[in-house]
């Protein structure tokens, strides 16, 4: 964590969200264990009113890709772009003028509009499990949900609890 914190970029950031919330779509290209951080960056997205889609399949995420434009907002997250066609997926989305946010290895040198780094220590063969990735994607998500939930605080403080509101009615009057 103290070495994403050393290399994390704070304007890249700040534009990078900036950019996610004048998108009309949100989009996470994620492969293997990253999928399922983006999933919960979906959910809480979700909780404050703003959907993002995660395909899973690789046809689905080609899909999503070529129907992409400059109106959607794409993240890719890949340790070193050895995912399953990632770096076809950003080909496609740069072709469709998508804006991206890539978050992987300073070893890879995609081509992105902005680029937040993983810890880069970890040897794709030999390591034991993917720890230090995985401890810098989902901090790196939550610090993307945090600038954003921070960009309009009280808005969408007043949706998330709205939203709880209702859920706890429904749910309070099913049992």
Avoid at 5 to 25: K, N, P, S, Y
Avoid at 48 to 56: A, C, M, Q
Avoid at 132 to 157: G, K
Wanted: aromatic share 14%; hydrophobic share 35%; glycine share 4%.
């Amino acid at each position: 964590i103290n070495t994403t914190i050393d290399m994390r970029d704070l304007e890249t950031l700040r534009q990078a969200v900036g950019a996610m919330r004048q998108a009309e779509i949100i989009d996470i290209y994620a492969t293997a264990g990253n999928y399922y951080m983006a999933q919960n960056f979906k959910l809480q997205m979700l909780e404050i009113g703003v959907n993002v889609n995660v395909p899973n399949l690789v046809y689905e995420k080609g899909l999503q890709a070529s129907m992409s434009d400059e109106t959607h907002f794409a993240i890719v997250i890949t340790y070193e772009g050895r995912g399953a066609y990632i770096k076809e997926i950003l080909g496609i989305l740069r072709a469709r003028h998508t804006k991206i946010l890539l978050i992987s290895s300073p070893r890879l040198k995609e081509d992105a509009d902005y680029h937040l780094y993983m810890v880069p220590e970890e040897h794709y063969y030999r390591k034991l499990s993917a720890f230090s990735s995985r401890l810098t994607t989902l901090y790196l998500l939550d610090t993307i949900y945090l600038t954003y939930f921070s960009s309009d605080y009280d808005n969408y403080l007043k949706k998330k609890e709205e939203y709880y509101h209702h859920l706890h009615q429904y749910f309070k009057s099913e049992h």
